[in-house]
């Protein structure tokens, strides 16, 4: 199912300020080159996230699910002087093309970056999150919020993208088992008395959980 109409993402893409000339390389190679290429969060909603990331002014973000480096370059953008923003990617060549840009954003000293199964780094982190977004497998969401949510300050915010699943969710009969996770996942987000949310209807959807 198509929820946003081709149309109004270029009109939208139209009237967001546009990429720096890195983001426009991680996009324009993503796009060229990778099989997986509709993962990226691509302009639109990486002006969301960088722009969410500056109203936070985070010290401290956590990033599941790095891909090529795109959308942690959008929220590396919001970090206050001296933060920093955790980033964990399993796949070892989508870390490799990622760190290769974040070397060319001269974001080294902001960016760290872990390779490997995110549900065994993110306990070794021993942080206290301003931001997390989680992007990565999802039939782990739920797994990884609840991994997160403990370490998230009060008054911060969890992102979760994919929350429409390509207007799988939408279905009378869920089918996919990634629809069923993520449906799964939003219905376990909405019971939780610890944050207030919204979901926000941007490309195939955003959960913007505030800790309270």
């Known amino acids: 199912m198509e929820l946003v109409n081709h149309t109004v993402e270029a009109y939208a893409k139209r009237f967001s300020s546009p990429l720096d000339a890195v983001l426009q390389q991680v996009e324009d190679f993503t796009l060229q080159n990778h099989p997986h290429a509709h993962m990226l969060s691509g302009h639109v909603q990486g002006k969301v996230l960088e722009m969410i990331s500056s109203m936070i002014a985070p010290q401290r973000i956590l990033e599941i699910g790095t891909f090529t480096g795109f959308s942690a370059l959008c929220l590396a953008k919001g970090l206050q002087a001296g933060g920093q923003l955790h980033t964990i990617e399993l796949r070892e060549e989508d870390a490799a093309t990622a760190r290769k840009y974040f070397s060319q954003a001269n974001v080294n000293d902001k960016v760290i970056l872990h390779i490997g199964d995110a549900r065994q780094i993110i306990p070794t982190l021993h942080e206290a999150w301003d931001l997390v977004f989680i992007d990565a497998d999802k039939v782990s969401y739920i797994d990884y919020y609840e991994l997160t949510l403990p370490a998230v300050k009060?008054?911060?915010?969890?992102?979760?993208?994919?929350?429409?699943?390509?207007?799988e969710v939408l279905q009378t009969e869920i089918k996919g088992k990634n629809a069923k996770a993520i449906q799964a996942f939003n219905?376990?987000?909405?019971?939780?008395?610890?944050?207030?949310?919204?979901?926000?209807?941007?490309?195939?959807?955003?959960?913007?959980?505030?800790?309270?």
Request: proline letters at 0%; glycine letters at 10%.
């Open 187 to 212: 219905e376990h987000v909405e019971k939780d008395n610890r944050v207030e949310k919204v979901l926000l209807t941007v490309r195939d959807g955003l959960l913007l959980i505030k800790k309270i």
């Open 154 to 167: 009060k008054g911060g915010f969890i992102l979760a993208d994919n929350v429409l699943f390509h207007g």
